[in-house]
T-cell receptor, first 113, second 112 residues
């Protein structure tokens, strides 16, 4: 009963390094999302996808890229990490129905030094 | 004005108290509403959906007021384990895509 799985759970990077966060869901959901959450703040949408092969910008997309080559996977990339990207990243998914809530992964804690 | 607004709190209440949170939304065409809870450094988890007629799940009652554009969450007989941040979520549609907006959360601490 995996649901939404994020890897890695923790990562420390140096400024300028690149990395990719993986989100995988086994519920056949159409929609997938990447959020960041900073201390004392709510969730902010980075990018989202409404289906395989599609992506769209959210509220705070700068410095991130995403890809949805397979329906079950949504990748978040940092090409050149900056300290301002230190955050907790959550992935979420839901079916394409307006009455269905999101299911979240348990987060990736990323520190950029 | 933010699309979804919540009182950030914190709400500090004694065990056994009744506490209520409100969440206002600006888009009158919003279609679905939910309450999530988020424990410190954990992912948000669905607490309950909010239906037009109001709904109850044990000690928790959710209500929707479309005329005034707010949803509420009432917690009765608060437990220490209810301490968390409560997020409201409002879902609407824009063309063919759904738009989902989180409130920034209300922090609740239940004191022994």
């Amino acid at each position: 009963n995996a649901g939404v799985t994020q890897t890695p759970k923790f990562r420390v990077l140096k400024t300028g390094q690149s990395m990719t966060l993986l989100c995988a869901q086994d519920m056949n959901h159409e929609y997938m999302y990447w959020y960041r959450q900073d201390p004392g703040m709510g969730l902010r949408l980075i990018h989202y996808s409404v289906g395989e092969g599609t992506t769209a910008k959210g509220e705070v997309p700068d410095g991130y890229n995403v890809s949805r080559l397979k329906k079950q996977n949504f990748l978040l990339g940092l090409e050149s990490a900056a300290p301002s990207q230190t955050s907790v990243y959550f992935c979420a998914s839901n079916p394409d129905r307006v009455d269905q809530p999101q299911h979240f992964g348990d987060g990736t804690r990323l520190s950029i030094l | 004005r933010k699309e979804v607004e919540q009182d950030p709190g914190p709400f500090n209440v004694p065990e056994g108290a009744t506490v209520a949170f409100n969440c206002t939304y600006s888009n009158s065409a919003s279609q679905s509403f939910f309450w999530y809870r988020q424990d410190c450094r954990k992912e948000p988890k669905l607490l309950m959906s909010v239906y037009s007629s109001g709904n109850e799940d044990g000690r928790f009652t959710a209500q929707l007021n479309r005329a005034s554009q707010y949803i509420s969450l009432l917690i009765r007989d608060s437990k220490l384990s209810d301490s968390a941040t409560y997020l409201c979520v409002v879902i609407g549609s824009s063309g063919s895509a759904r738009q989902l907006t989180f409130g920034s959360g209300t922090q609740l601490t239940v004191l022994p």
